[in-house]
């Protein structure tokens, strides 16, 4: 199993902050919507913003969380939901499974063996099922909070598509998102070197940027984005 990376507390700072990223976190979980299926599973859910977002749209959803105390708050969050299983999950691994679809946000980015994580994330998709992936985009957006939350890379299209197919998924939708977050990100946390957290900037650009954003890119895919969104499938 790999080694988790970076700051946990750090990392859980900043989830907790971009937390209150509303109009963000409906704009992600909508696009991963159509290709979850009936039953699947979340490979780091974090603080699980998303998995109840999802959980409420489905009849059985599986979060998984690596680093323990965070595993811990998960259970706790999500204790009174009946439908939603928490179980502790790293990446590589050996498991099988037969989940409709695995689906995993700002998470590949922190394991050095990208390919053998996708891999894990295959084998948990029966055939014909979906691996769902957000990651960062772009090398040179990489800052220090990239480092200090343990981000061993960015991506384009052309790397995650390369990954995929290289851990045998058939890549049926790539494009990037979020574009002008990509302007934003990179001014605050490499010109300023700011972590993103909660506060007045953060609120202002997911209230009255963020929304338009969105609108303009359901009509014309940006060249460039803060994050890259992949669907790709398991094998028949």
Same mark, same amino acid.
Do not use: C
């Given at each position: 199993?790999?080694?988790?990376?970076?700051?946990?507390?750090?990392?859980?700072?900043?989830?907790?902050?971009?937390?209150?990223?509303?109009?963000?976190?409906?704009?992600?979980?909508?696009? !991963?919507?159509?290709?979850?299926?009936?039953? *699947?599973?979340?490979?780091?859910s974090g603080l699980g913003d998303y998995a109840l977002e999802w959980a409420d749209r489905l009849p059985r959803f599986t979060a998984t969380e690596a680093d323990p105390d965070r595993l811990v708050?998960?259970?706790?969050?999500? +204790?009174? #939901? *009946?439908?939603?299983?928490? #179980?502790?999950?790293?990446?590589?691994? /050996?498991?099988?499974?037969?989940?409709? +679809? %695995?689906?995993?946000?700002?998470?590949?980015?922190?394991?050095?063996?990208?390919? /053998? !994580?996708?891999? /894990?994330?295959?084998?948990?998709? #029966?055939?014909?099922?979906?691996?769902?992936?957000?990651?960062? %985009?772009?090398?040179? !957006?990489?800052?220090? +909070?990239?480092? !200090?939350?343990?981000?061993?890379?960015?991506?384009?299209?052309?790397?995650?598509?390369?990954?995929?197919?290289?851990?045998?998924?058939?890549?049926?939708?790539?494009?990037? %998102?979020? %574009?002008?977050?990509?302007?934003?990100?990179?001014?605050?946390?490499?010109?300023?070197?700011?972590?993103?957290?909660?506060?007045?900037?953060?609120?202002?650009?997911?209230?009255?940027?963020?929304?338009?954003?969105? +609108?303009?890119?359901?009509?014309?895919?940006?060249?460039?984005?803060?994050?890259?969104?992949?669907?790709?499938?398991?094998?028949?």
């Open positions: 199993m790999a080694d988790i990376t970076g700051d946990q507390r750090i990392q859980s700072e900043v989830l907790e902050g971009l937390a209150t990223a509303v109009n963000h976190r409906r704009w992600f979980v909508e696009l !991963a919507m159509p290709y979850l299926g009936d039953n *699947p599973i979340e490979i780091g708050r998960l259970k706790e969050r999500l +204790a009174d #939901r *009946p439908t939603i299983d928490v #179980r502790e999950m790293l990446l590589p691994h /050996s498991e099988r499974g037969d989940y409709s +679809a %695995a689906v995993s946000y700002n998470v590949l980015e922190h394991i050095e063996d990208h390919v /053998s !994580a996708l891999r /894990s994330m295959r084998d948990l998709v #029966r055939p014909g099922g979906a691996v769902i992936i957000i990651v960062p %985009a772009f090398q040179f !957006a990489m800052s220090p +909070a990239d480092v !200090a939350t343990g981000h061993v890379r960015r991506y384009t299209k052309k790397t995650l598509a390369g990954a995929m197919t290289e851990a045998g998924l058939t890549v049926e939708k790539i494009h990037y %998102a979020n %574009a002008l977050g990509l302007l934003g990100y990179f001014t605050a946390t490499k010109v300023f070197r700011l972590m993103p957290k909660e506060g007045p900037m953060v609120k202002l650009y997911d209230t009255v940027v963020l929304p338009a954003t969105k +609108a303009a890119e359901q009509l014309v895919r940006p060249p460039f984005g803060q994050s890259v969104f992949a669907v790709a499938r398991v094998p028949a």
